[in-house]
């Protein structure tokens, strides 16, 4: 896939050429470009690679480019996260072969709670609108649902969860319904000079169909400090679905991506 190998290889660039942290401040700065309720303006440019489904005849790819948004807000006094997550996918579309265009797209408003020791905790709704451009792309359904986040740093790396419900409640008649649960388990482990190991594969529970998948990732990572307070994190994970229910599971997937964090000028 064009996609996969051009954002691929912007991340291996990223990884060998960009100036590393100091070491003195590379621990900080790895635990704050990954943990997912950092209060900075973030753009993530991520994507998902698919060479193979499981029980899917004809062994078709996949690929999803992300773009995703994190915007600090204090509306109404209280500290929140507006994340918004648009796709951009190509995607099977038998019998024509593949499909390319916008997936649908997601908006969450986590809300922060006061911190419990070095513990953060944020949550609150999200909102699915069929933004996809082929019924192949998308659900054809808005859904609602709720959002939870917990991050825990550790001395050697960073600990957390972010877990999502979501549920149809229009849309187009003729469309399965939506109730889907997500659960994603995220564990890194610092290392020197910025670079670190991370886990952060995404559990799928289809409530709707029973088709669910449990994939576990294996990946590398590293943050670089930019110019103007600008973090860079470039990261490549590939991810193996150890349990399934199900035909159309991922049998594996690479998930590769470059996130900048932005400071909040205020």
Same mark, same amino acid.
């Given at each position: 896939m064009r996609t996969f190998v051009s954002n691929a290889s912007s991340v291996l660039?990223?990884?060998?050429?960009? &100036?590393?942290?100091l070491a003195q401040e590379a621990h900080d700065a790895v635990n704050e470009a990954n943990n997912p309720l950092t209060p900075k303006i973030t753009i993530n440019l991520q994507d998902y690679y698919i060479p193979s489904f499981i029980d899917t005849p004809g062994e078709p790819?996949?690929?999803?480019?992300?773009?995703?948004?994190?915007?600090?807000?204090?509306?109404?006094g209280l500290p929140q996260?507006?994340?918004?997550?648009?796709? /951009?996918?190509?995607?099977?579309?038998v019998p024509s072969g593949y499909v390319t265009g916008l997936g649908d797209l997601t908006l969450m408003d986590l809300f922060i709670l006061p911190k419990r020791g070095d513990v953060t905790l944020g949550g609150?709704?999200?909102?699915?609108?069929?933004?996809?451009?082929?019924?192949?792309?998308?659900?054809?359904?808005?859904?609602?649902?709720?959002?939870?986040?917990?991050?825990? &740093?550790?001395?050697?790396?960073?600990?957390?969860?972010l877990a999502t419900y979501q549920a149809s409640f229009a849309g187009v008649d003729d469309r399965?319904?939506?109730?889907?649960?997500?659960?994603?388990?995220?564990?890194? /482990?610092?290392?020197?000079?910025?670079w670190y190991l991370r886990s952060s594969a995404t559990w799928n529970f289809n409530l709707e169909s029973g088709?669910?998948? /449990? &994939?576990?990732?294996?990946?590398?990572?590293?943050?670089?400090?930019?110019?103007?307070g600008v973090t860079m994190n470039a990261f490549v994970e590939p991810q193996y679905t150890v349990w399934h229910d199900g035909p159309g599971?991922?049998?594996?997937? /690479?998930?590769?991506?470059?996130?900048?964090?932005? &400071?909040?000028?205020?």
């Open positions: 660039v990223a990884l060998f050429v960009a &100036p590393p942290v790819e996949s690929n999803q480019f992300l773009l995703r948004g994190l915007i600090p807000s204090d509306m109404f996260l507006l994340r918004f997550t648009l796709p /951009i996918a190509t995607s099977p579309d609150g709704p999200l909102l699915v609108v069929p933004t996809a451009t082929d019924e192949s792309l998308g659900s054809g359904k808005w859904q609602i649902g709720a959002a939870g986040v917990v991050v825990a &740093p550790q001395s050697w790396g960073l600990l957390g969860a399965e319904d939506v109730s889907l649960l997500i659960f994603q388990p995220i564990l890194n /482990i610092n290392l020197s000079d910025g088709n669910s998948y /449990i &994939p576990v990732g294996a990946g590398v990572g590293k943050v670089f400090q930019l110019d103007k599971a991922p049998r594996w997937q /690479i998930f590769a991506g470059v996130n900048f964090q932005f &400071p909040v000028r205020r």
